[in-house]
Structures are given as structure tokens and as C-alpha cells.
């Protein structure tokens, strides 16, 4: 059936068929694959908010030169100071400028299904609901897509990302990209309203 683009960047043909891109393991050795596959499927939808992972920033770079000219606003989303080394950010000075230059937002954020019930795990052993909510999607959908699910909440919660439209949103199993995500955000307090529309490209073995 033709698809036919809302306003809201959303499909509202009543059934759809559509493939997705299973790549053969996770890893950085997919990005530019799966940064593809997501540009063009969210072109095709008309979709305008790009999420993507990126610790270093080096993923966020590249994406910048997948998306380069495509009028989607790509939003790099990071780990906070500190997740790694007390007091520090793990992204690249070099990649920093990059992005900024590009016009890329860099966002910088507690992980939504983790955040500091992270430190009780590590104080006093056991697992909270909210990290059992992220294992779960990590273990029977893969890392990425749980990443890609995450990092759509945090930015819906900061105003990155609308609540009311379809997004693509990008995931990594280690380092780099992997898995392309079309899905409709929400925020913490609303995660139910979350949906996801479209797996456009996952790990098979993962």
C-alpha cells in the first residue's frame, strides 16, 4: 500500500510492509550502514528529529556527514560528567567543534533507565525496576534498540525531542551504530505512551 505523510511525520496508511536491514553482529563496523538506512527511511516519512548515540563523538561526526543537506536537526546525545571518571565527559574536543559547527545539538544526560538507582546497584548490590526495564530490552531486543528506546526518553524529558510526532532514533551494541528506530517518544513519567513504529536495521545475533 502507498504511504502518505502527515504533518507529523508520521505514516497513516492503515497497513504497511516494510524490510528491515539485519546485520549479520553488533559493532562500529555497521555505522555507516545503519546511518544510512535510517536517513533514507526517515526521508521517506518525512521525519525532521535524528537522535543519535555517541560517546566520543566520532558516530556523531559521521552522522553529520551522512545527513549532510537532508534538513533534519540530528541530536547528539552523550554521557553526563562523571560516568566514567569523576568529574569528567567523554567526548572528543576535536568531535565537540565538529558537531557544533555542523550545527548538530550536543545533549549530555543521565541515562533514563539507569540514572542514580545506578548507585545503589554499585553500593548495595541487587537490581531496581527501572534498570530491570532496560536489561530486558538490552537482552531480548538487543543493546541498541534499548539505547535507541532510552536515549528518545531522555530527550523528549529535555525538550530535544517532540512527544507529539515520529522520530528516528539510532542505537550501538559496544561502540559505534548498529540499529535504526522509528518511534513515537515519551517522557519518564508517560513511558507507556512510548511507541515503537519501525525496526529499520538491528544486529541479528546480538
Known sequence: MAEKKAKTGSVTSKDLSRP???FKAGGPQNTRKALELGRNRAKQLGIKTVLIPSTSGKSGVEALDVFKGKNMQLVIVTHHFGFKDRGKWEMDPKHV??????GACIFAASHALSGVERSFR??????????AIGQTLKHVFGQGIKVAIEISIMCADAGFAPADEDILAFGGTGTGIDTAVILRPSHMNSLFDLKV???VAM???H
Open 20 to 22: 528491515t536491514y539485519y
Open 97 to 102: 567543534e565538529a558537531l557544533t559547527k555542523g
Open 122 to 131: 554499585g553500593q548495595f548490590q541487587g537490581i531496581s525496576l527501572v534498570e
Open 197 to 199: 513504529r519501525e525496526i
Open 203 to 205: 544486529p541479528r545475533e
